[in-house]
């Protein structure tokens, strides 16, 4: 019975440090989306809410990103992120989760953005 008990305590033991060895990477997987010059049609896995800021900072090399686009059609209407606009006067201010966008870049860029099982 003891033997039993330091089997399973040993089991435990490594299935924790498994665990914590493994989280950090878990938490911070990521996607990289090839993007080609022009309109590019993204499905984004940004949490609720995250700033479209934040989706632009995902975009690379610097300096590619020019707009992002999401249609409302309940609406009939578009709504727009210009990355060269002063804050606050572009009308795409924030995203939901799996929203499908347009990200236009003026060059050959990528986008990288939480893996579709991780949030945020």
Do not use: H
Not at 81 to 94: C, E, F, K
Request: net charge negative; hydrophobic share 50%.
């Amino acid at each position: 019975m003891v033997k039993r008990c330091l089997w399973f305590s040993g089991l435990v033991a490594a299935v924790v440090l498994l665990a914590a060895t493994a989280a950090p990477r878990l938490a911070s997987a990521q996607r990289t989306v090839d993007l080609v010059l022009g309109c590019n049609p993204v499905a984004l896995t940004y949490d609720d809410g995250t700033p479209t800021t934040t989706v632009a900072e995902g975009v690379a090399p610097a300096g590619t990103l020019d707009t992002i686009w999401k249609y409302l059609p309940a609406e009939g209407r578009w709504l727009g992120y210009m990355a060269s606009a002063p804050a606050g006067v572009s009308d795409l201010q924030t995203v939901e989760r799996l929203d499908a966008v347009f990200v236009c870049v003026n060059a050959v860029a990528t986008i990288t953005m939480p893996e579709i099982g991780g949030g945020g």
